[in-house]
């Protein structure tokens, strides 16, 4: 199993914006990949960063997310509100 995540800093005042997008696009994502198993977006409470926490059952599943063609329409829409690249962390799942 392979477990993702994923820091993004938003711009201020795109908040709303950016929660929009991530919350259709994990609609989609729980709909549409059985081989995602976790797929969560969290706010934080003290600054207009994201962390997106995502579990995929091996290498394949994590390459279908990222060729969908909702992940890859969601992209420009997410860019526009980010305020700079998003810091992306890979691990095993050990338990």
Do not use: W
Not at 37 to 51: D, E, I, L, N
């Amino acid at each position: 199993m392979i477990a993702v995540v994923a820091t993004i800093q938003v711009k201020e005042g795109k908040e709303a914006d950016f929660e929009a997008v991530m919350k259709e696009l994990a609609e989609k994502v729980r709909a549409n990949e059985p081989g995602t198993t976790f797929y969560q977006v969290c706010k934080s409470k003290q600054a207009p960063t994201y962390v997106v926490l995502e579990n995929y059952s091996d290498q394949d599943a994590f390459n279908h997310h990222t060729t969908t063609s909702y992940f890859k329409e969601a992209g420009p829409k997410m860019g526009a509100c980010m305020a700079g690249a998003p810091k992306i962390e890979f691990f095993d799942v050990i338990s």
